[in-house]
């Protein structure tokens, strides 16, 4: 949905779609803030993940899941509560608490504990048999250093279990994972693994605006990115769309690019300056 049209900028497919899809984090919004993110940015999302363990202590979660469910919104508990439950032996437990909140999505992950990965596998095959499946990839311990290789043959396998996506660890700061302890992305990292994993099929997690310019610029407008804010939303979508300085001229054509950049080139500035 837009206001008015312009050329070259870059399609963007409708809801609900498989690529470009964008999961907002909400770490425990109020229903009255629901009501208001739906006015003005559930046209734009995909997926909400109830981070870490909010789920548990979030009030009128029901009536949230509700609202987003109506807005086309597809929400899901985030994979920390599914360790929690794992980690107390209770996976069953969780099964049947999807259940009674009604959510045909969710997440295994084992970014906080060690889950051996056939048995991972196994857990997101059995769950895959009655939901959508989302399987996170990558340690949340900054000390914890998995391969490329290792990345690739876990992502791989556990799309071949049953995941829809697979995410790639950032968590909500953005400093492991796929990103150093800076935030920059690790561009070895990610060469490696797009070389052998297809890119619609990875979900980035990439809270931070330079994170997410980076990653639009990479692969399109059209890349999944998760773990946004609430407030930043519109402020991404205008990332992809080419709206913002940072991706002004992803879209526009090579002599467009050409003459604009020349116009405004600091150099010629500079120099004009001098001769005055």
């Given at each position: 949905?837009?206001?008015f049209?312009?050329?070259y900028?870059?399609e963007?497919?409708?809801k609900?779609?498989?690529?470009?899809?964008?999961m907002?984090?909400?770490?425990?919004?109020?229903?009255?803030?629901?009501e208001?993110?739906?006015?003005?940015?559930?046209?734009l999302t995909?997926?909400?993940?109830?981070?870490?363990?909010?789920?548990?202590?979030?009030?009128?979660?029901?009536e949230?899941?509700?609202?987003?469910?109506?807005?086309?919104?597809r929400?899901?508990?985030?994979?920390?509560?599914?360790?929690?439950?794992?980690?107390r032996?209770?996976?069953?437990?969780?099964?049947?608490v999807?259940?009674?909140?009604?959510l045909?999505?969710?997440?295994?992950s084992?970014?906080?504990?060690?889950i051996?990965?056939d048995?991972?596998?196994?857990?997101?095959?059995k769950?895959?048999?009655n939901?959508?499946?989302l399987?996170?990839?990558?340690?949340?311990?900054?000390?914890?250093?998995?391969?490329p290789?290792?990345?690739?043959?876990?992502?791989?396998?556990?799309?071949?279990?049953?995941?829809?996506?697979?995410?790639?660890?950032?968590?909500?700061?953005?400093?492991?994972g796929?990103?150093?302890?800076?935030g920059?992305?690790?561009?070895?990292?990610?060469?490696?693994i797009?070389?052998?994993?297809?890119p619609?099929d990875?979900?980035?997690?990439?809270?931070?605006?330079?994170?997410?310019?980076?990653?639009?610029?990479?692969?399109?407008?059209?890349?999944?990115?998760?773990?946004?804010?609430?407030?930043e939303?519109?402020?991404?979508?205008?990332?992809?769309l080419?709206?913002?300085?940072?991706?002004?001229?992803?879209?526009?054509?090579?002599?467009?690019k050409?003459?604009?950049?020349?116009?405004?080139?600091?150099?010629?500035?500079?120099?004009?300056e001098?001769?005055n």
């Amino acid at each position: 949905m837009t206001n008015f049209s312009l050329p070259y900028i870059p399609e963007r497919q409708v809801k609900p779609r498989q690529e470009g899809i964008t999961m907002m984090m909400d770490k425990g919004l109020s229903l009255r803030e629901v009501e208001n993110f739906i006015e003005g940015s559930g046209h734009l999302t995909d997926v909400v993940k109830f981070g870490f363990g909010t789920a548990m202590v979030s009030p009128n979660l029901v009536e949230k899941i509700k609202l987003y469910k109506e807005a086309g919104i597809r929400p899901y508990f985030g994979g920390t509560l599914f360790e929690i439950f794992y980690a107390r032996k209770m996976f069953d437990d969780y099964l049947r608490v999807l259940d009674k909140f009604d959510l045909d999505l969710a997440e295994i992950s084992d970014g906080s504990i060690i889950i051996n990965h056939d048995e991972k596998c196994e857990l997101i095959a059995k769950m895959a048999k009655n939901r959508t499946v989302l399987s996170e990839v990558g340690s949340k311990d900054s000390g914890i250093i998995i391969s490329p290789s290792k990345w690739i043959k876990m992502m791989s396998t556990e799309l071949e279990a049953g995941s829809w996506k697979v995410i790639a660890e950032g968590r909500e700061a953005g400093n492991v994972g796929v990103f150093r302890p800076n935030g920059t992305a690790h561009t070895f990292l990610i060469n490696k693994i797009i070389a052998k994993i297809n890119p619609n099929d990875i979900l980035w997690e990439a809270p931070i605006k330079n994170q997410q310019v980076w990653f639009i610029k990479l692969f399109g407008a059209n890349v999944n990115l998760g773990n946004i804010a609430p407030n930043e939303m519109i402020p991404l979508e205008c990332l992809r769309l080419g709206l913002r300085g940072d991706t002004f001229f992803e879209n526009l054509p090579a002599d467009y690019k050409d003459r604009l950049k020349q116009v405004n080139d600091p150099e010629d500035e500079l120099e004009e300056e001098i001769e005055n």
